[in-house]
């Protein structure tokens, strides 16, 4: 199937991306074809964001946003930071030790879900052709230029076989592809190494996010407000912190996240975050109401110095994609949906050259370069650095000087050169953490957490977590770093288990994983390779 655009990923940056080059279209009197493929079961089914939204690229892309019923409408109200000091108590942090940027005046809480089904709507009025349940699962090559994607075959058994419902993929060719698949996405990574296109840049750096929706007592609820946590229960070394907002209909979206170069491998980002729930803070806020979603999700964190290059012959990376959140403002909507739209209007300007189009699009980077987004991220380029080099509370200072006094003009940059799966520590020279077991209340289990997330795939098909060296989790793993896949899993799809005969094994419970990529990142010896299932596979979330 021939189009002149295909876009990899329908989450906020790949719909702006298609809805801004059918606009260039429309206003230029001329007919572009967009294919737009997804591999969640519809779209939004595996969209997760926190999330407060900075309305900047949506007032850009669609003026009338408000007039169109764009689910964005509850305004933030209010703002508060909280140090948690240990498990019962917490000092709420005046306004002028805030960060500048993590003040959310006129910005709104969200579903990113509910947007992007919005987004999707949008698209497809102005003559975008989405694909839902098609998951790309290679990247088309021709003489050294990418010239589209291949979706994922439907119906192969567990063995690699054919079976009485196979349906081979589709080859979906394009004059240029976008690829926003979101935050590592497996065909980015496969081009970065493809194209070198990391060579210039520190690594990326990530976050394991997860997610609650709960429905809560109007009592308790005060629609508008956004509270963050920092502190309990991590320790200073382990940056992460939580989140609350009070949402529409007494609902909170709350959620924890925790950075994924964090160095003791018997810490559990799950039960890290079910024990911050039993914090008074929290707690307070739920107790009596009702849990009614769940989910994870990786987040990049790295920021201005871990950007790749962006561009390569025929195809461009954009929004979480190639990594532009915005760790000072804990934001990436805003960012992913603008580099969407610059690479519309880049490519939409070299389908105007005809066969004097470049098969690589430097005007994107360009664009890029000179756009809010950067000079966004330049001023925060410190934020994530810092924390690491020094620590939570040095590291809150410099960012509170560098942010509020230097508004990210200080003279230099920090890096950070160590990619989060090198920083764990040996399991025999690390601490122990003993959890407490899940009231069913208040905190929870994986598998009854995994359950909310609807997440389903088809057991008969090639699992989708491939180990490069199926002996390295048993031979290496378990007795250096007690295997830590257990733990840092937030599905359960990774166990040990023993044998009859005393053996044991890695056993991967592929059938559970809600598509967090946590595992593709942290495993220390990077032996985890994560593809795309079949298409329609995986986490279905409702208004996430």
């Known amino acids: ?178 690829f926003a698949e979101g935050c590592r996405g497996h065909l980015g990574k496969e081009l970065m190494e493809t194209y070198q296109l990391r060579a210039d840049c520190d690594p990326q750096h990530y976050g394991i996010g997860i997610k609650e929706i709960w429905s809560i007592d109007p009592a308790r609820h005060r629609e508008g407000l956004v509270v963050h946590t920092f502190g309990w229960p991590l320790d200073s070394s382990t940056e992460g912190g939580g989140f609350l907002y009070h949402a529409a209909d007494n609902q909170v979206y709350l959620g924890f996240i925790i950075a994924l170069n964090y160095s003791n491998p018997y810490l559990n980002p799950f039960e890290e975050f079910q024990r911050w729930k039993q914090h008074p803070r929290i707690r307070d806020c739920l107790e009596g109401g009702q849990r009614v979603s769940y989910g994870a999700r990786a987040v990049n964190k790295g920021g201005l110095q871990s950007l790749p290059k962006l561009v390569f012959p025929g195809g461009l990376l954009t929004g979480c994609e190639a990594g532009f959140l915005n760790g000072a403002k804990i934001k990436g909507t805003h960012t992913a949906m603008k580099t969407g739209m610059l690479a519309a209007e880049s490519v939409f300007a070299a389908m105007g050259e005809g066969d004097a189009a470049p098969a690589e699009l430097a005007s994107f980077e360009t664009a890029v370069r000179d756009s809010w987004v950067w000079r966004e991220l330049h001023a925060a380029r410190n934020f994530g650095p810092a924390q690491k080099k020094f620590g939570l509370f040095p590291g809150s200072a410099f960012i509170w000087l560098d942010q509020n006094l230097f508004r990210g003009r200080l003279p230099f940059t920090l890096h950070s050169p160590q990619p989060d799966h090198a920083g764990l520590q040996r399991a025999a020279d690390a601490a122990q953490i003993s959890y407490p077991k899940p009231d069913g209340r208040i905190s929870f289990d994986r598998l009854s957490s995994v359950f909310l997330s609807s997440t389903n795939h088809e057991e008969d098909q090639p699992c989708h977590l491939r180990l490069a060296e199926p002996a390295v989790p048993i031979q290496s793993n378990l007795p250096l770093y007690a295997e830590p896949a257990q733990r840092y899993c937030p599905a359960g799809v990774y166990e040990v288990v023993t044998a009859a005969d005393g053996q044991r094994r890695l056993q991967i419970n592929a059938q559970n994983c809600v598509h967090c990529k946590t595992c593709d990142i942290k495993d220390p010896a990077q032996n985890i390779r994560w593809v795309t299932p079949e298409g329609g596979g995986g986490p279905n979330y409702s208004g996430m």
């Not at 690229?57 to 703002?79: M, N, Q, Y």
């Not at 003040?103 to 879900?113: E, K, P, T």
Request: proline content about 5%; glycine content about 12%.
């Open 1 to 178: 199937m021939d189009f002149d655009v295909v876009i990899v990923g329908a989450g906020p940056s790949g719909l702006a991306a298609a809805c801004r080059l059918l606009q260039l279209a429309r206003d230029a009197g001329t007919e572009v074809s967009v294919a737009v493929i997804e591999k969640g079961a519809e779209i939004g089914a595996h969209i997760l964001s926190g999330a407060v939204l900075e309305t900047t690229a949506l007032d850009e892309l669609f003026p009338d946003w408000r007039e169109r019923g764009a689910p964005v409408r509850t305004a933030v109200t209010a703002d508060e930071v909280h140090w948690l000091r240990n498990p019962t108590a917490d000092i709420k942090v005046p306004d002028l030790f805030i960060p500048h940027p993590m003040h959310n005046q006129g910005n709104y809480i969200i579903s990113l879900g509910r947007l992007c089904q919005w987004l999707g709507q949008q698209a497809e009025e102005l003559g975008a052709n989405l694909f839902p349940g098609f998951a790309g699962a290679e990247v088309l090559y021709e003489d050294g230029r990418v010239v589209g994607v291949l979706t994922g075959d439907l119906g192969r058994g567990a063995d690699g076989r054919e079976k009485a419902s196979f349906q081979p993929g589709y080859a979906l060719r394009g004059k240029y592809t976008i």
